[in-house]
């Protein structure tokens, strides 16, 4: 009778865990279709195709490991090391979560946070970058705004030049739109940016304009600078969330581990 149980708890956990991971590799998969590709959905894949295998082969696997000390190092290593990424997972989604939260002052600078551009046309991240800037700007008509982001592979016009023709189409003045064309990562954004705050003697507390899951990080990068930072989170399109939202476990990581 134990052996008929233990033989359905196993059956139960592996079908589970099979349906889990497939839905994963779906999951990662969707943000292809928007042409969305990069380290986070590739490492979701990835993932879930080792847990799909571990499952589907647990028989082969568990046969091996009863016959070999070594298979059960390894096994219990890969089950160890599964469980410590996805409760280092947990942890960095609760830190990104908490990033959010922090209203900006009517007097804090706006600095929206570049993406990529296809071309001339703004990837769905950095609309929804646009939309939520140019829906602050609107509710706070004296504050200024800096666009931040350099040009790229694949783009025909710099991040700053479309995110200020965006914003100027959503009815923002122009003269309240300073650019900063030259940064290529979320730190050379607010350096640069800090930069043009301070030739135009402006609050260097700073509304920081991005994605919810990268305002944390985009924090305490300000802080670094010596800034009070605050947040107006764009909500990333869900579409996509996959393969932002494992891109930044993997750049919240390094950041976090490597100072």
Known sequence: MNMKLKKKKHFIIRTFATVVALAGIIWFCIPF???????????GIAVCTAVLLASVFYPQIHKKCSASKTWRIVWRGFL???????????????????????????????????????????????????EAAGAYLKANPQAKCIVSGGQGAGELKTEASVM???????????????????????????????????????SDDLAIVTDEYHEFRAGKIAQNLGVKSYAVSAHTPWYIFSACWARELLALTKFLIIP
């Open 33 to 43: 279709h928007w042409n969305v590709h990069n380290v986070g959905n590739i490492t």
């Open 80 to 130: 160890t090391v599964f469980v410590l990424g996805m409760v280092w997972s947990v942890i960095l989604t609760g830190l990104m979560i908490s990033g959010m939260t922090a209203a900006p002052p009517k007097q804090a600078t706006v600095v929206v946070l570049g993406s990529k551009v296809s071309g001339t046309v703004p990837s769905a991240d950095l609309r929804v970058r646009i």
């Open 164 to 202: 200020k023709e965006y914003l100027v189409k959503q009815g923002i003045d122009s003269s309240r739109i300073l650019t900063e064309d030259q940064s290529t990562t979320t730190e050379e954004n607010l350096k640069n940016s800090l930069q043009i705050i301070k030739k135009n003697s402006l």
